[in-house]
């Protein structure tokens, strides 16, 4: 998957992101959400507000939709 991950969460917006195989820096990240409580919620509410604006079912059909027409006119 390489880094698909950092399109779909922005670090410090959506959530933090640790470096590969580096426990260190998985425990940095968790430490901050443990001794951060508005981070917490800053975090999990712009988390939610993505998620429910960007992976809605009717989202996926417009998207699916576009990428079959796109595609199914090149035949």
Do not use: M, W
């Not at 968790?30 to 712009?46: E, F, M, N, Q, S």
């Amino acid at each position: 998957l390489g880094d698909v991950y950092k399109r779909q969460v922005r670090d410090g917006v959506e959530g933090l992101i640790c470096e590969k195989k580096n426990p260190v820096s998985l425990a940095d990240c968790i430490a901050k959400l443990l001794d951060d409580v508005d981070l917490r919620a800053t975090l999990g509410d712009a988390g939610y507000k993505k998620f429910y604006s960007e992976f809605t079912q009717q989202r996926f059909e417009h998207r699916i939709t576009e990428i079959l027409s796109q595609n199914l006119s090149l035949i």
